[in-house]
């Protein structure tokens, strides 16, 4: 279906040249283009008149505030209003570049500020109750072991699912510590606690594979790498039996080290380190975990007395 735009026929034509340039130039996805049309054409409709090249160009930063305004107040999602304001920014840089309009009073605006979403982390007895249960959904006795050690070590050195199948037995010559080559191949070195040590080589011994210096560590039934997809699907398993939320993934076991070690007092730089992060600042994340569980806490605590 055509999307119609409330502008005259000169500037309807400069609308048909962009969203070409968006399709051609940019390489973006048909849904895409689709999307930035409409937004565009909601923009327009706010004005009560037709708009033209003219109109364009004397738009004042309370227009666009103006238009952002009415839209938040019909309770769209700060993620929409993003979308919608970078669609208008990126309609009026073009005009600028290609010379029909010069009017730079939308990049005053400032994108609104998207909520605050927290990780996603569990209690240390969940973590504990769920590990217990891995090897409840798998027939092999090597395959039970593996998934043992799997969610062990995510929840134990805080890897990512990814950096977890991608070790290979030489990661793990030094039974104290463990090579992962993280996001952008950065390389860290993370120490291993016994527990995970012990899960590990109870399931090297039972795995019926060959685990030479280049072997993956985790393999799947026929012998190859394991993929991240059946550690989730294993994953489902546990939380639709233990009834714990629908969003929980194995990921949420790395959400889960951090707020932990922080609360037996482990310092954030060192969390840093051990997580791979690049920033200090995505680390501190995990302060707001522990405050956030703080009030939760202090909450309950005033509804029982």
């Given amino acids: 279906m055509e999307i119609k735009y409330n502008v005259d026929h000169i500037l309807h034509e400069v609308v048909k040249d962009w969203l070409q340039w968006l399709k051609n130039e940019r390489r973006y996805s048909e849904h895409t283009v689709d999307a930035y049309a409409r937004d565009l054409s ?5 004005f009560e008149t037709p708009q033209t090249i003219g109109s364009l160009s004397k738009m004042q930063i309370s227009d666009f505030r103006r238009y952002i305004s009415s839209r938040h107040c019909q309770l769209i999602s700060k993620t929409s209003l993003t979308r919608k304001l970078s669609s208008i920014r990126n309609f009026f840089h073009w005009l600028n570049r290609k010379g029909i309009v010069q009017n730079s009073a ?8 998207k909520d605050k979403v927290l990780p996603r982390a569990l209690e240390i007895q969940q973590a ?7 090897p409840n ?19 134990g050195c805080g890897l990512r699912i990814s950096e977890a199948v991608n070790t290979n037995i030489g990661d793990f010559d030094n039974r104290d510590f463990l090579r992962i080559k993280g996001k952008g191949n950065k390389e860290r070195i993370v120490p291993i606690l016994p527990i995970v040590t012990r899960s590990i080589n109870a399931y090297l011994e039972a795995c019926p594979y060959s685990h030479n210096h280049g072997d993956p560590i985790f393999l799947g039934a ?9 550690i989730e699907r294993q994953m489902e398993k546990i939380r639709n039996y233990m009834g714990l939320p629908s969003n929980l993934t194995p990921h949420s076991l790395r959400h889960s080290f951090a707020p932990h070690l922080l609360a037996n007092g482990t310092d954030l730089r060192s969390i840093q380190e051990l997580l791979g992060h690049a920033s ?14 703080l009030q939760t806490e ?7 007395e």
């Fill in 128 to 134: 504990k109750d769920l590990i217990e249960e891995a």
């Fill in 106 to 113: 939308v990049s005053i605006l400032s994108s609104p500020k």
């Fill in 298 to 304: 202090y909450d309950q605590a005033k509804l029982l």
């Fill in 280 to 293: 200090l600042s995505t680390t501190q994340r995990y302060t707001e975990v522990e405050i956030s569980k």
């Fill in 137 to 155: 959904f798998e027939k092999e006795n090597w395959q039970q072991l593996r998934d043992i050690a799997i969610f062990t070590l995510l929840y």
């Fill in 222 to 230: 026929r012998g190859e790498r394991i993929s991240p997809r059946i």
């Fill in 42 to 46: 909601q923009f327009f409709d706010f």
